[in-house]
């Protein structure tokens, strides 16, 4: 039998886990997040049925659940057939409910996302949105609805979640508006209705006289040998930490010093330039992974990348503190101190951060914009990181005028 501990500290993981409560009853737990599930068997075949996600249906709400379906089975009835039949019924008058426009809209739109995105959007409005708007028809809510709907993730001490959910509403609301079935977005009427979410910045170093160290650190990790050649990557290339981790050999251009692959965040192409340093650090994991797809594989699998998480540990195992550098630190070190120190173009960083600049006409420039001072850019980035390293070339950032 599971406890409300168990659940609360059950940890996510790359291999998903069922923690077995009873009489089929367990909570599957992935990198997703955690899930109410019951398999059963009906008519001679094996179903699951979902009872809800964890923690915003409680150990106890999902025994009573699960305690209703075990009867509807004791009576003959199938408990998946007799939630859809509800279901139907629910909004068989209402084809226009939030609920059923928002889960249209998502359907979408998840085909552009990664799974790990779409499946926290639904989520957030399974959990904070549906159980109050999901029967409202669209053209009918109002901002003061959905006001007091937002309210109520405040009052947890949810702010940034209320924030998140609000825009996702919008996005809902804009898709009713495009597809007919509402006359305009009411959220619009809300602005500055929330109170304001004081930013949280990823930590980084930023100051040149503490890298070193740090860098130091890394190359002193005496972990497996496919993460230290991730830890010493990371700060030469400073992408995003789940492009790090899912990068692919087939993607590296070794001889031509490049890596060519499709941003998670905007699927867009983007072109990486590799310095000799992040050459020689691939060139000595290539024997090891070579021959799988992924360059930084799961310790349990070369059929998959390593885990969120890897990185991140390691830093932590490395002797780095959570509120020295994180895995996304990377890219602000990077940007400040190629600006402030090395006298770097600005655009020539936002194109490496693979952020979107544009040209005097507005239009988005391409992957390959000023490949070539780019080439220069990382080049000269891995040298100065190498002096640092000795203790050499310190400069204090400037000071903001």
């Not at 009872?51 to 659940?65: C, D, E, F, H, N």
């Not at 990068?247 to 192409?269: F, H, I, N, P, S």
């Not at 992924?294 to 998959?304: E, G, M």
């Not at 005097?360 to 990181?385: C, E, V």
């Amino acid at each position: 039998m599971l406890s409300d501990t168990a659940c609360r500290n059950a940890k996510t993981q790359e291999k998903p886990v069922k923690l077995a409560d009873s009489g089929g009853l367990y909570l599957l737990v992935n990198q997703a997040g955690k899930y109410w599930r019951w398999d059963y068997r009906h008519a001679g075949k094996r179903k699951t049925l979902a009872l809800g996600v964890y923690p915003a249906v409680t150990l106890a709400q999902v025994r009573k659940k699960h305690g209703e379906a075990r009867q509807l089975l004791a009576d003959g009835i199938d408990p998946g057939a007799a939630r859809k039949a509800q279901k139907a019924a629910l909004f068989a008058d209402n084809e226009n409910a939030f609920e059923l426009v928002a889960r249209e809209w998502h359907e979408k739109q998840s085909q552009t996302w990664v799974p790990s995105h779409s499946v926290r959007i639904l989520r957030r409005l399974e959990a904070d949105v549906f159980p109050w708007l999901g029967k409202t028809p669209v053209d009918s809510i109002t901002a003061p609805d959905l006001l007091q709907c937002l309210r109520r993730i405040e009052s947890r001490g949810a702010g940034e979640t209320a924030h998140r959910a609000l825009q996702n509403c919008s996005q809902v609301l804009r898709y009713a508006v495009a597809t007919g079935r509402a006359e305009r977005d009411v959220s619009a009427d809300l602005r500055g209705a929330l109170a304001p979410v004081r930013g949280k910045h990823l930590a980084a170093v930023t100051e040149p006289a503490q890298l070193g160290p740090l860098l130091r650190a890394l190359d002193d990790y005496e972990g497996s040998f496919v993460v230290r050649c991730a830890l010493r990557l990371a700060p030469l290339v400073f992408v995003r930490p789940g492009e790090l981790r899912s990068a692919r050999w087939a993607d590296m251009d070794l001889q031509g010093g490049e890596w060519r692959y499709l941003v998670t965040k905007t699927q867009t192409q983007h072109v990486v330039p590799l310095s000799s340093q992040a050459v020689q650090i691939l060139q000595e994991l290539q024997p090891l992974t070579g021959r799988g797809e992924f360059v930084f594989p799961s310790a349990r699998t070369s059929k998959r990348p390593m885990s969120d998480n890897a990185v991140l540990s390691a830093l932590r195992r490395a002797g780095i503190e959570k509120d020295e550098m994180s895995g996304h630190g990377f890219r602000a070190t990077a940007r400040t101190i190629l600006d402030e120190v090395l006298g770097v173009r600005p655009d020539l960083i936002e194109h490496q951060l693979a952020h979107a600049v544009r040209d005097p006409n507005g239009r988005a420039y391409n992957r390959t914009a000023h490949l070539p001072a780019r080439h220069g850019m990382m080049q000269q980035w891995a040298d100065y990181l190498d002096k640092l390293k000795t203790g050499a070339d310190v400069v204090k950032l400037r000071a903001n005028s």
